[in-house]
């Protein structure tokens, strides 16, 4: 197979889950699955053994519901110096409730997708959030944003009025960051320099008060930026 260059964690309590994720990426010549997890604290170990780029999670593993999944993740999974991994984490969720989607989102998970989504599907959240972009598959968007859009009041004002604060470029950028391109790609799209991108995203995050892109893509949808495609 080569050099890998992306490596990938999985987590399910279903053995069939996990297997038909690995037969999928060994399909993919610079992909692999790493090692496999069906407790929190096997991921949080597996984490630390591997170092994978993208842990790939169900909603729910053991008694964590999908937010305690991801906070669990992100939070514990540690190095020896005590300086946090912080692996993007995919999630593929079983008929939640939305706002149990909208939970995972703001819990910090950079990719979610539905149960029932393509393999094309599942490998482009992968890369997308490997390269550090975020991805909410097409058929869970919609529900997520009509959840927060009829529930959720604005952090700060009114979201349409935070946008019209942002710069013409800053729109363009959080529009390509929503459809989950990466800094590098964002970067030769608009003929700028990475560092470039990455003070952009930097400056949107604190003008929106966000905390990571998964939250930047979130927002897109909910002040109608972007419109969910149809299912």
């Known amino acids: 197979m080569g050099s890998v260059a992306l490596r990938i964690l999985t987590c399910d309590e279903r053995s069939l889950v996990r297997g038909g994720i690995r037969s999928l990426l060994a399909s993919e010549p610079d992909a692999e699955v790493v090692a496999e997890a069906v407790t929190p604290g096997q991921a949080v170990a597996a984490i630390r053994a591997h170092r994978p780029d993208v842990v790939v999670t169900s909603m729910q593993l053991a008694r964590l519901s999908g937010p305690e999944l991801v906070r669990y993740l992100r939070q514990t999974g540690d190095d020896d110096d005590g300086a946090a991994l912080d692996v993007p984490v995919v999630v593929y969720a079983v008929e939640p409730g939305d706002q149990g989607l909208a939970d995972v989102l703001r819990a910090g998970a950079s990719g979610l997708l539905a149960?029932?989504?393509?393999?094309?599907?599942?490998?482009?959240?992968?890369?997308?959030?490997?390269?550090?972009?975020?991805?909410?598959?097409?058929?869970?968007?919609?529900?997520?944003?009509d959840w927060f859009r009829v529930r959720e009041a604005p952090l700060t004002g009114s979201l349409v009025s935070e946008r019209t604060?942002?710069?013409?470029?800053?729109?363009?950028?959080?529009?390509?960051?929503?459809?989950?391109?990466?800094?590098?790609?964002?970067?030769?799209?608009?003929?700028?320099?990475v560092a470039t991108v990455r003070t952009h995203i930097y400056r949107l995050r604190l003008k929106l008060q966000l905390r990571d892109r998964a939250q930047l893509v979130s927002y897109a949808y909910q002040s109608g930026l972007m419109q969910p495609q149809p299912t």
């Open 115 to 145: 149960d029932d989504a393509s393999n094309e599907e599942l490998v482009l959240a992968i890369r997308a959030v490997a390269d550090g972009g975020a991805m909410l598959g097409s058929s869970v968007a919609r529900r997520v944003v």
């Open 165 to 193: 604060s942002l710069t013409a470029r800053e729109n363009e950028i959080l529009v390509l960051t929503a459809h989950g391109l990466s800094t590098e790609d964002i970067a030769r799209r608009l003929f700028i320099g």
